[in-house]
């Protein structure tokens, strides 16, 4: 498919993930708005793309808070003109432990930007795209959202929370031009798991059958394809990004 002129937003777009799911949209033709918590990182996205000779521009958002989302959609619409694609990519992951360690706080953290923001997110891109009636959504969930996570049960709930939440609103708006994926990524090299040790990286990417962590790069190819017409035929569909480790 062609992506000139295709109006695309990504949330969470400072770093990691959304920042190279980001960067590969644009370097495909689309039209990109940038939008993350953090001013500073956004805007270093966007100097990527435009370096590269792409179109972005950033909008900040806390996706955990209503009034923010509902002023990054109207921003959006009025940079984009429209709003043919969305990638819910914020997101958080509480600290390992046990479950009857873990605080209130921590749990409504990550169930706030993690479930909610996406909720809330997810709910304004459909109001967007139900006046054009067309549209495809991204939500990036986890393997966390079809498995567990050891010791990270906020994260585990509020993924598998993600999942549901896309089956739901894919079998609402099949009808309506409107499809939602869900992409699960497993173990990726991120900025953050590279802070690690290298021998615990090492062990990870072992437990991988096919023996490396995946890259961002993974994640923002299958996000470009289930958001493209070469997957017109698929919503509701969680698409693991985990080298087989749900598998193993």
């Avoid at 109006?7 to 400072?14: L, Q, Y």
């Avoid at 043919?84 to 990519?89: G, K, L, S, Y």
């Avoid at 360690?101 to 409504?108: G, K, Q, T, V």
């Avoid at 010791?151 to 609103?169: D, E, F, I, P, R």
Wanted: hydrophobic share 45%; aromatic share 4%; glycine share 12%.
């Amino acid at each position: 498919m062609s992506w000139t002129d295709k109006g695309v937003m990504i949330t969470g777009a400072g770093s990691g993930i959304g920042r190279d799911t980001a960067v590969h949209l644009a370097a495909l033709g689309a039209r990109v708005v940038v939008s993350d918590l953090s001013e500073e990182t956004g805007a270093g996205t966007v100097e990527l793309i435009r370096a590269a000779g792409g179109t972005a521009d950033f909008v900040a958002c806390d996706v955990a808070d209503e009034g923010s989302v509902e002023e990054l959609l109207a921003r959006t619409v009025e940079l984009l003109g429209t709003l043919d694609h969305a990638v819910n990519n914020a997101g958080i992951a509480d600290h390992p432990g046990e479950l009857h360690e873990l605080s209130a706080e921590s749990w409504d953290r990550v169930v706030a930007v993690d479930l909610r923001g996406t909720f809330l997110c997810l709910r304004g891109e459909l109001r967007a795209m139900l006046g054009a009636g067309h549209g495809t959504i991204v939500n990036i969930a986890s393997n966390a959202g079809v498995k567990n996570a050891p010791g990270m049960a906020a994260y585990t709930s509020a993924k598998h929370g993600v999942v549901g939440l896309t089956k739901n609103a894919a079998l609402q708006y099949a009808r309506r031009g409107i499809r939602v994926n869900a992409v699960c990524p497993g173990t990726i090299a991120t900025p953050g798991i590279a802070s690690f040790p290298q021998e615990l990286q090492d062990t990870w990417a072992d437990m991988i059958p096919m023996g490396r962590m995946g890259t961002t790069a993974d994640v923002a190819k299958a996000t470009a394809y289930l958001l493209s017409e070469d997957s017109g035929f698929l919503t509701g569909v969680s698409l693991l990004v985990d080298g087989g480790l749900m598998y193993d």
